[in-house]
């Protein structure tokens, strides 16, 4: 059974970097079938999705973020990372990691973090 744990700071202040991990533990993030995703959810607002990455490194990025958005994986320490830069307290959300089964659909959530962008 894959279980995902996100981590990382619970408060930054605007104009810092966001840093969070996705550690992956009852599985490796090499498999073709498994698509990483980095999906949010701020306070009385639904599901924004981040992006995602593919088994072998290759990001797709919510536009929406204007190119603030960096996703990747260290395969020898099977994690996700999520680097998110010049947050504003929009940013301020659950961050949630997310494996997809790409050919069946299901999806592995970890518990998510709440992250706070506040002075």
């Known amino acids: 059974q894959v279980q995902l744990q996100e981590s990382g700071p619970g408060l930054v202040k605007p104009s810092q970097t966001l840093s969070l991990t996705c550690t992956v533990n009852g599985d490796s993030i090499i498999g073709d079938d498994y698509y990483f995703n980095w999906i949010r959810q701020p306070p009385g607002k639904g599901l924004e999705w981040i992006g995602g990455?593919?088994?072998?490194?290759?990001?797709n990025l919510n536009p929406s973020l204007n190119g603030r958005t960096s996703i990747s994986r260290d395969t020898s320490k099977n994690l996700i990372t999520l680097h998110l830069t010049s947050v504003t307290p929009e940013d301020t959300a659950m961050y949630y990691c997310a494996r997809l089964l790409r050919r069946s659909g299901k999806y592995d959530w970890g518990q998510g973090t709440q992250v706070t962008v506040s002075s």
């Open positions: 990455i593919t088994y072998s490194g290759t990001t």
